[in-house]
């Protein structure tokens, strides 16, 4: 099956719909300026929602039945059964006006997220690193930071650098170092903003276009290879799912929007779904 366009399948309105991953046969991401997490059940259509401490950026699974969440003040264990959010670490507290904002788990169990500007102005994001209880810089002098995205192959480390409408690639070492900065994409103007990427199984990115209307997918060369429209403007982030991974769901905001462009995108902030010719790549725990 090649790609469909996208249909609404939860219309709950996100400010700032984010982080979409599949895990145990759901779908889970948050609303970051609503500090909520959500949990969508395709096969029934209902949602489950909880409240978080602070802005949740991200999720990554520990286990079957926890994740680790990264909110504003730092990384959390969350477990839906409870509803209970319990820090592990803080991260940044000499930088009270950061938050944290998107994140993966690498082959290895490592989670790579960054960290971001609240205010959107400053340049104080940073690139992080944590491995069994060690957190680690990797890079930094972002405003809004987005990814990571890893390569199938795992050699590869994808990052997003939203105002200045670019994203770099890495050369990811089996330590976890990275060198080789290089730009991949540059998002001309017009087309939006790269928000959260995604890397398929035939190691093309995906990335959400906050404010383009549009979600991308570029080969390993940077070379534009598709384009999926959406009926609202902030695309923020995909995730694949399903028994075969071609089942793609993708998180959007209302965040900036007034009233007349909220009139005439009713769909806004709502969860989508549509169907890619390409499976993505499994989902990885973080290593205890």
């Known amino acids: 099956m090649g790609l469909t366009s996208p249909i609404c399948v939860w219309p709950l309105g996100c400010e700032l719909g984010e982080g979409p991953l599949w895990w145990e046969s759901a779908l889970w991401f948050t609303d970051i300026k609503r500090k909520t997490v959500h949990r969508f059940d395709p096969e029934t259509g209902n949602g489950d929602s909880w409240q978080a401490p602070s802005e949740v950026g991200f999720l990554a699974p520990l286990d079957a039945h926890r994740f680790i969440a990264g909110a504003k003040t730092g990384l959390y264990e969350f477990a839906p059964a409870t509803g209970d959010f ?3 670490r803080q991260v940044e507290p000499d930088r009270p006006f950061n938050r944290l904002n998107d994140g993966a788990v690498d082959p290895q169990g490592r989670l790579w997220f960054g960290s971001m500007d609240d205010g959107e102005s400053q340049p104080g994001g940073q690139l992080y690193r944590f491995h069994r ?3 680690a810089p990797m890079d930094s002098g972002y405003v809004i930071t987005n990814g990571p995205a890893i390569s199938p192959d795992g050699r590869t480390l994808y990052h ?3 105002l200045q409408k670019r994203i770099y690639a890495f050369d990811l070492g089996v330590d976890g170092s990275l060198a080789n900065k290089r730009l991949f994409v540059t998002i001309e103007e017009g ?3 790269p928000d959260g990427p ?3 199984s035939e190691g093309c990115l995906w990335t959400g276009l906050f404010g383009g209307w549009a979600a991308r997918r570029y080969a390993p060369s940077g070379q534009l290879l598709e384009s999926v ?3 609202t403007a902030n695309i923020t982030k995909l995730a694949f799912a399903g028994p075969d991974l071609t089942t793609v769901y993708a998180t959007t905001a ?3 929007l007034d009233a007349a462009a909220l009139a005439a995108q009713p769909l806004a902030g709502g969860l ?5 010719s390409v499976p993505g790549q499994p989902q990885f725990c973080v290593a205890a």
């Open 272 to 276: 989508f779904q549509f169907q890619a």
């Open 254 to 256: 209302s965040k900036g």
């Open 133 to 135: 209880g060690s957190l």
């Open 229 to 231: 429209s959406f009926p």
């Open 160 to 162: 997003t650098d939203t």
């Open 86 to 88: 319990t820090l592990i």
């Open 191 to 193: 087309a939006g903003y």
């Open 198 to 200: 995604v890397v398929d």
